[in-house]
């Protein structure tokens, strides 16, 4: 085997390696960007799930009738109020960017599995540019041709 013949087949093999090395890193990166929009999304109604409680508590406490108050404890429902309004501007911005971040992370799983797929489709081109089968690498015996083993091939010739 010549010089070129095996820098060409050090190329190709490399290529081939480094394609699957893509393949497979991108297939970890999905399931990276998968559990960290799960993780947002389980943020998102943690949050949530506390602005209501937080709503509920004030609701149950409103129902007075005002007209009987103080000047102090409609100051105190007053504030109440803005805590509850406060909360749920909280809950909703937090619920919000829980849903944005989804997003990214499943356009971003879409954008990896499109790019894994491509990966492993160059990956199988490579392999049948280069002529492998799927035994491994090495494993194939190459026969000899003519001249090539220092038998005499031609029976004439006996």
């Given at each position: 085997?010549?010089?070129?013949?095996?820098?060409?087949?050090?190329?190709?093999?490399?290529?081939?390696?480094?394609?699957?090395?893509?393949?497979?890193?991108?297939?970890?990166?999905?399931?990276?960007?998968v559990d960290k929009g799960e993780?947002?999304?389980?943020?998102?109604?943690?949050?949530?799930?506390?602005?209501?409680?937080?709503?509920?508590?004030?609701?149950?406490?409103?129902?007075i009738d005002v007209s009987h108050?103080?000047?102090?404890?409609?100051?105190?429902?007053?504030?109440r109020l803005e805590e509850l309004?406060?909360?749920?501007?909280?809950?909703?911005?937090?619920?919000?960017?829980?849903?944005?971040?989804?997003?990214?992370?499943?356009?971003?799983?879409?954008?990896?599995?499109?790019?894994?797929?491509?990966?492993?489709?160059?990956?199988?081109?490579?392999?049948?540019?280069?002529?492998?089968?799927?035994?491994?690498?090495?494993?194939?015996?190459?026969?000899?041709?003519?001249?090539?083993?220092?038998?005499?091939?031609?029976?004439?010739?006996?």
């Amino acid at each position: 085997m010549t010089e070129l013949e095996k820098l060409i087949k050090t190329a190709v093999y490399g290529s081939v390696g480094a394609i699957a090395t893509i393949a497979e890193k991108s297939g970890e990166l999905l399931q990276i960007f998968v559990d960290k929009g799960e993780e947002v999304v389980r943020q998102g109604q943690t949050v949530t799930e506390e602005a209501v409680k937080k709503f509920k508590e004030v609701w149950e406490e409103a129902d007075i009738d005002v007209s009987h108050m103080t000047q102090e404890q409609r100051e105190a429902l007053r504030r109440r109020l803005e805590e509850l309004e406060k909360a749920e501007r909280e809950a909703v911005n937090a619920f919000n960017e829980a849903l944005r971040r989804a997003d990214e992370a499943d356009a971003a799983a879409k954008e990896a599995g499109k790019r894994a797929m491509e990966a492993e489709d160059a990956y199988e081109a490579a392999r049948a540019e280069a002529g492998e089968t799927d035994a491994p690498a090495g494993d194939a015996e190459e026969e000899p041709q003519d001249g090539a083993s220092g038998e005499n091939l031609d029976e004439d010739d006996n």
